[in-house]
């Protein structure tokens, strides 16, 4: 394992850490024979000593892992717990009777545990889903330093189609996956600049209507409804109830369940339908100019 390995937060936390990473790198190395012993023992019989003697030995896999992904600024202690986390799916679905060593099988859950916390935290923006992303973010920087140029540390057009066809993505994937990486988070509480009084969030422009706007909408609507209830209480009883079941409801009857539910046909419902409807058109075409007075 390569890289010193640092740890964040107050003395008591940094102490303790520490001396879980001493308490794991000191722990002794599986045989294939115990791993075998262990990992049947957990799996066939629901042995917890023999899951955590198992996950224990190789709890140094996770910290190594976590070590090699410190440079995208999370704290190194959460790579570890989720590390961790991932260790433990390991060993739920590791099948001992396969011909493969548990620290090769583990490392790769590990890793994918690790990875995904880092794409869920590395930014606010969603960085990447789709496994051909994952590999992008996390190659793109090793394939940059490699081709790059060494006094600009930008690619060129023919650096970028290289790394499309190494990572089997787009251009515009490598292009966009760039600018995500060389930029950064930026909070809206910042100020615009240094002489600045206001905050980004004061350049946002309010997508909502504004308090005026909001009354004059609930007085259309407040107008709309006595006017439609006034012309349903002008109709007869099944009339008014044809036009509440078609169009009225949540959900909505069709004309031969209205016919079912009235004893009548689906043809008589649609003449009491069109014959209420006029009804109610002719009721709004000749009282809308008593609008205010009935409302004030």
């Known amino acids: 394992m390569s890289g010193k390995i640092q740890v964040y937060g107050d003395d008591n936390t940094q102490r303790a850490d520490l001396a879980y990473v001493r308490e794991v790198m000191s722990q002794p190395i599986l045989t294939r024979e115990k791993e075998q012993e262990l990992a049947h023992a957990w799996r066939d019989e629901g042995n917890e000593r023999a899951l955590h ?3 224990k030995a190789y709890s140094r896999l996770v910290i190594s892992s976590a070590v090699k992904f410190r440079h995208y600024g999370l704290p190194i202690a959460d790579l570890i717990q989720e590390g961790n986390v991932g ?4 060993a739920e679905r590791f099948e001992p009777e396969r011909d493969i060593r548990f620290s090769t ?5 590990i890793r994918s545990f690790i990875q995904d916390y880092i794409l869920r935290n590395w930014s606010i923006v969603r960085t990447g889903s789709t496994s051909a992303q994952k590999q992008l973010f996390f190659n793109l920087r090793r394939l940059r330093s490699q081709l790059a140029s060494i006094t600009t540390d930008t690619l060129e057009p023919e650096d970028r189609a290289k790394i499309a066809d190494i990572l089997h993505v787009s251009i515009r994937d490598v292009e966009n996956m760039e600018n995500r990486l060389s930029g950064h988070d930026l909070s809206l509480s910042s100020p615009l600049g240094d002489e600045s009084n206001e905050d980004w969030v004061d350049t946002l422009v309010d997508q909502n209507p504004s308090p005026e706007t909001e009354a004059l909408e609930e007085y259309d609507r407040s107008v709309r409804r006595h006017w439609l209830e006034s012309s349903l ?3 007869p009883i099944r009339e008014r109830q044809i036009i509440q079941c078609r169009h009225l409801s949540d959900s909505p009857l069709t004309l031969e369940q209205i016919g079912d539910m009235m004893n009548i046909s689906k043809e008589r419902v649609r003449q009491l339908e069109v014959r209420a409807l006029r009804k109610m ?3 709004l075409a000749k009282n809308i100019h008593d609008v205010k007075e009935v409302l004030w």
Not at 87 to 90: D, G
Not at 105 to 109: D, P, R, S, V
């Open 53 to 55: 003697e198992l996950t």
């Open 87 to 90: 260790l433990m799916q390991a």
């Open 105 to 109: 099988y583990a490392k790769w859950w």
């Open 233 to 235: 209480r002008q109709l």
């Open 281 to 283: 058109k002719h009721h």
